[in-house]
T-cell receptor, first 113, second 117 residues
Framework: QKEVEQDPGPLSVPEGAIVSLNCTYSNSAFQYFMWYRQYSRKGPELLMYTYSSGNKEDGRFTAQVDKSSKYISLFIRDSQPSDSATYLCAMSVTDFGNEKLTFGTGTRLTIIP | GAVVSQHPSRVICKSGTSVKIECRSLDFQATTMFWYRQFPKQSLMLMATSNEGSKATYEQGVEKDKFLINHASLTLSTLTVTSAHPEDSSFYIC?????????????FGPGTRLTVL
């Protein structure tokens, strides 16, 4: 069993729709949870990180963590064509900066104008 | 945000040759850099952690004699794939930790696509 499971998609939604991206994990030691966005031929860029259960909001993005279910989500409101990218979840046991990150496979998202 | 570059972005080589990939932090110093590998439709997998001035730490199953890592300065780490074989064909991506930043964040390079013929 993989430590982090993520549906690779592809996922296509119309512009303006709410997007829901999800990951599950098996290692209960994970404490830090991140979402990265990766455009084609670019490196991943950090969108959001959190280290507690609950919701964290940043503009159109909301990260949700449920440690009891080992489930994390990223919601994108009012989706835009510029949101089209691959979204990767990542997790670490301690401080995510100098700690090994365990990634999901990434979900390829396309927002249709 | 901080910028990390990689060179080359794409390389094609013959089986048995060695390939060097550079990872540079352009506007910050990074005592720690990480090397990841991503096969098609698979996760980014950490290969090794590179610490400036000391030996790299390799993940289980990664051959340290095949994947040579040198982190000679605070802005440069190199990964050399020695005696490359077709099964080494992959997307290699580095990240650098900005210890001077507010979140200790890792910043990723754009990746290097290696194809071994």
């Amino acid at each position: 069993q993989k430590e982090v499971e993520q549906d690779p998609g592809p996922l296509s939604v119309p512009e303006g729709a709410i997007v829901s991206l999800n990951c599950t994990y098996s290692n209960s030691a994970f404490q830090y949870f991140m979402w990265y966005r990766q455009y084609s031929r670019k490196g991943p860029e950090l969108l959001m990180y959190t280290y507690s259960s609950g919701n964290k909001e940043d503009g159109r993005f909301t990260a949700q963590v449920d440690k009891s279910s080992k489930y994390i989500s990223l919601f994108i409101r009012d989706s835009q064509p510029s949101d089209s990218a691959t979204y990767l979840c990542a997790m670490s046991v301690t401080d995510f900066g100098n700690e090994k990150l365990t990634f999901g496979t990434g979900t390829r998202l396309t927002i249709i104008p | 945000g901080a910028v990390v570059s990689q060179h080359p972005s794409r390389v094609i080589c013959k089986s048995g040759t060695s390939v060097k990939i550079e990872c540079r932090s352009l506007d910050f110093q990074a005592t720690t850099m990480f090397w990841y590998r991503q096969f098609p439709k698979q996760s980014l997998m950490l290969m090794a952690t590179s610490n400036e001035g000391s030996k790299a730490t390799y993940e289980q199953g990664v051959e340290k004699d095949k994947f040579l890592i040198n982190h000679a300065s605070l802005t440069l780490s190199t990964l050399t794939v020695t005696s490359a074989h077709p099964e080494d064909s992959s997307f290699y991506i580095c990240s650098a930790q900005d210890t001077g930043g507010p979140n200790n964040e890792q910043f990723f390079g754009p990746g290097t696509r290696l194809t071994v013929l």
